[in-house]
């Protein structure tokens, strides 16, 4: 089991009101699974995603993260296990637009401590993974948003974590660009590699292994998936 969330509920306190985004949600996600996570907007998703990946805390509940009770944790040793463990994949992509494709995905193994020349040669590696072996030196506006997309997973791969959590990492793609994305996501899980994503389309939570749907800020619904769609179109 590399996730486990016991009774987790999450308030947010803004001074005037009291938000509850999540309420009492007891969630396992064994090593290997491709999970979507669904729900309508509001219901909870993202806050889910942050408290996942170590960016956001608990307001009560349990979070296992491999083995380590994180519910614990100093916001230093968060800090150490989020770059260790996580990968994140964001629907703005999130990249920084001074540094080229190489400079971003180059960017965590600074915070790891890899010498340059081990820099440069990983993620070149996870650019040409990408199918990006052409673009490194090409700067995020002079991409399109299905390449900025994939820079933004070299980058989520590149310290090897355990799991990737995007939160609706195709909300702003094209179709082809989507399906692109949804083939790279195929391809790290049939690697081994855990995925977690967000998504609000039916078409690309078929490309998961299990979906499970949030509603005001509870699971409704957890569900393996049926007629999976497999590398552009066919099923199984
Ligand atoms: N930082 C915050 N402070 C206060 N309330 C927040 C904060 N972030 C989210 N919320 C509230 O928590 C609830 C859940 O929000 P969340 O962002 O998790 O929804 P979501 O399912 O990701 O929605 P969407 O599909 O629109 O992205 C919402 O009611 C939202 O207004
Ligand atoms: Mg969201």
Same mark, same amino acid.
Request: proline share 2%; glycine share 8%.
């Given at each position: !089991?590399?996730?486990? %969330?016991?009774?987790?509920?999450? &308030?947010?306190?803004? @001074?005037? #009101?009291? %938000?509850?985004?999540?309420?009492? *949600?007891?969630?396992?996600?064994?090593r290997?699974?491709?999970v /979507?996570?669904?729900?309508?907007?509001?219901?909870g998703?993202?806050?889910? !995603?942050?408290?996942?990946?170590?960016?956001?805390?608990?307001?009560? @509940?349990?979070?296992?993260?491999?083995? &380590?009770?994180?519910?614990?944790l100093?916001?230093?040793?968060?800090? %150490?296990?989020?770059?260790?463990?996580? $990968?994140? &994949?964001?629907?703005?992509?999130?990249?920084?637009?001074?540094?080229?494709?190489?400079?971003?995905?180059?960017l965590?193994?600074?915070?790891?401590g890899?010498?340059?020349?081990?820099?440069?040669?990983?993620?070149?590696a996870?650019?040409?993974? %990408? $199918?990006?072996?052409?673009?490194?030196?090409?700067?995020?506006?002079?991409? =399109?948003?299905?390449?900025?997309?994939?820079?933004?997973?070299?980058?989520?791969? *590149?310290?090897?974590? /355990?799991?990737?959590? /995007?939160?609706?990492?195709?909300?702003?793609?094209?179709?082809?660009?989507?399906?692109?994305?949804?083939?790279?996501?195929?391809g790290?899980?049939?690697?081994?590699?855990?995925?977690v994503? &967000?998504?609000?389309?039916?078409?690309?939570?078929?490309?998961?292994k299990?979906?499970?749907?949030?509603?005001?800020?509870?699971?409704?619904?957890?569900?393996?998936?049926e007629?999976?769609i #497999?590398?552009?179109? =066919?099923?199984?």
């Amino acid at each position: !089991m590399i996730i486990r %969330v016991e009774n987790l509920t999450k &308030v947010y306190d803004t @001074g005037a #009101i009291q %938000v509850k985004a999540l309420s009492n *949600v007891s969630l396992s996600i064994e090593r290997k699974e491709y999970v /979507a996570i669904m729900g309508a907007s509001g219901s909870g998703k993202s806050t889910l !995603m942050n408290i996942l990946g170590c960016l956001d805390r608990l307001t009560d @509940g349990k979070y296992i993260l491999d083995n &380590v009770d994180v519910s614990t944790l100093s916001d230093n040793e968060l800090a %150490v296990i989020r770059n260790k463990k996580i $990968g994140f &994949v964001f629907q703005a992509f999130n990249l920084l637009p001074r540094l080229s494709a190489l400079g971003n995905v180059e960017l965590p193994m600074v915070y790891a401590g890899l010498s340059k020349s081990d820099r440069r040669q990983k993620a070149k590696a996870a650019l040409e993974k %990408v $199918g990006l072996g052409d673009r490194m030196h090409h700067r995020p506006n002079e991409l =399109s948003g299905g390449q900025k997309q994939r820079v933004a997973i070299a980058r989520a791969l *590149v310290n090897d974590p /355990a799991i990737i959590l /995007a939160d609706e990492p195709t909300g702003n793609l094209d179709t082809k660009s989507s399906e692109e994305i949804m083939n790279i996501f195929e391809g790290l899980n049939n690697e081994g590699v855990t995925i977690v994503m &967000v998504t609000h389309e039916r078409d690309i939570a078929q490309h998961t292994k299990r979906a499970v749907v949030f509603r005001d800020g509870e699971i409704i619904s957890d569900k393996q998936i049926e007629n999976r769609i #497999i590398r552009g179109g =066919s099923s199984k």
